[in-house]
């Protein structure tokens, strides 16, 4: 398994933008899929943007063309850059990784999870 810290959470006005990172722990990282994940308060998880471990990338349709994951197998870390942020953006993000090679959107499919970094976008 792959251990997750995420960080750079924090409340922004609508239209602005935020970076989280996520370190890895773990000589698998590079053979992982990395996802971000989201969830508000009295909703499901879901899914946010994931990257293959040779950078091939996939979005909800919510934040297509917002959002940007990116990864540094160098360094075990990936990134989620947030532009254009929306008050419905609102929610604790969550860094996620999985050992299976065919694209998932479905939490369940993510065997390791951080603790989370909270984004609060303001109206």
């Known amino acids: 398994q792959v251990q997750l810290v995420e960080s750079g959470g924090g409340l922004v006005q609508a239209g602005g933008s935020l970076r989280l990172s996520c370190a890895a722990s773990?000589?698998?990282?590079?053979?992982?899929?990395m996802g971000w994940f989201r969830q508000a308060p009295g909703k499901e998880r879901e899914f946010v943007a994931a990257i293959s471990w040779n950078s091939v990338t996939y979005y909800a349709d919510s934040v297509k063309g917002r959002f940007t994951i990116s990864r540094d197998n160098a360094k075990n870390t990936v990134a989620l850059q947030m532009n254009s942020l929306k008050p419905e953006d609102t929610a604790l993000y969550y860094c996620?990784?999985?050992?299976?090679?065919?694209?998932?959107?479905?939490?369940?499919?993510?065997?390791?999870w951080g603790q989370g970094t909270q984004v609060t976008v303001s109206s």
């Open positions: 996620a990784a999985t050992s299976k090679a065919a694209p998932s959107r479905r939490p369940t499919d993510f065997g390791s």
């Open positions: 773990g000589r698998t990282f590079s053979s992982n899929r």
